[in-house]
């Protein structure tokens, strides 16, 4: 059996990737969010809010099970405060650099130490994007956060590499798709963000992906159907 721990199982990409997975009956899934909208025998929800220390509290990993792999996907995150520097909530900006970075590598880190003693097979995927790559005005908290997580995840697999553990682990960009964090982005304030017209013309033009077909790809990865070369990528590399 393979036991998945997904965060963000409530809505969009998240949601779509647990019930992928709970389609095939190799897997059990392990869905952490504030919210839970998943209910199946094999799947079981933790209530957390992953944006502060004290809901992090919340996550175990239960190394009494016998399993064939186990697997983490950091899928959690937020657009944050959209704001210029200058203008934006300090508060904020520090609530979606703990939810979309400081959350996933102490989890990865808790991940990697729990399942230590256990020869079993460990994949680890976090949600990138392409904002951690290209620099979007008002995004800053948003953009730094998943320029984070890339360069975290290339760390921890040299590292892996240096002591010949066989964990994999991913950062991958899921490309535009069509969830309630497109939606926020089409109603932000122009004043805060130039390129609203921009993203509201992808979603006129059927530019955004189903989160269901943008799952399969994830799942394709997670049953070993594909083996990435790389450690961060996007997944529009994968046809
Ligand atoms: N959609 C896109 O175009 C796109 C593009 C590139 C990257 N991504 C990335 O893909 C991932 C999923 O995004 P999505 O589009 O599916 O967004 P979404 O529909 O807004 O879903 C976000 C998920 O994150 C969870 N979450 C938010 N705040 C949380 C908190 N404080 N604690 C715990 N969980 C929290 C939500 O659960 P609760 O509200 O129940 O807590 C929800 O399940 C994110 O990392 C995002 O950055 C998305």
């Given amino acids: 059996m393979i036991r998945c721990y997904i ?3 409530s809505r969009g990409i998240g949601k779509a990737l647990a019930l992928s997975l709970l389609e095939d009956a190799q ?3 392990t869905g ?5 909208s998943i209910h199946h025998p094999r799947y079981k929800h933790v209530y957390a809010d992953l944006s502060s220390e004290k809901g992090l509290e919340e996550v175990q990993f239960d190394v009494s099970e016998a399993l064939d792999q186990v697997i983490l996907v950091n899928n959690s ?3 944050g405060e959209m704001k210029h ?3 934006f ?3 904020l900006f520090v609530r979606t650099i703990f939810l979309n970075l400081t959350a996933p590598c102490l989890l990865i880190n808790r991940f990697v130490q729990s399942f230590k003693a256990f020869s079993v097979k460990k994949t680890i995927i976090n949600i990138s994007s392409g904002a951690g790559k290209n620099p979007v005005d008002g995004w800053s908290s948003y953009c730094t ?3 984070g997580i890339d360069m975290f995840s ?3 697999d040299v590292e892996f590499g240096l002591k010949k553990s066989d964990i994999k682990i991913y950062s991958i960009a899921p490309g535009m798709v069509d969830t309630e964090m497109q939606e926020r982005i089409r109603k932000t304030d122009e004043q805060h963000f130039s390129r609203k017209e921009e993203f509201i013309s992808y979603h006129e033009n059927n530019a955004l992906a189903d989160p269901h077909l943008v799952a399969k790809k994830f799942f394709a990865i997670l049953a070993g159907l594909f083996v990435p070369e790389k450690v961060v990528f996007s997944l529009s590399e994968f046809k």
């Fill in 7 to 9: 965060t963000g199982t």
């Fill in 27 to 29: 897997f059990m899934v």
């Fill in 32 to 36: 952490i969010s504030r919210h839970c």
């Fill in 77 to 79: 995150g937020e657009l």
């Fill in 85 to 87: 520097v200058g203008d």
């Fill in 89 to 91: 909530s300090e508060e």
């Fill in 145 to 147: 956060s998943k320029a």
């Fill in 154 to 156: 290339r760390v921890a």
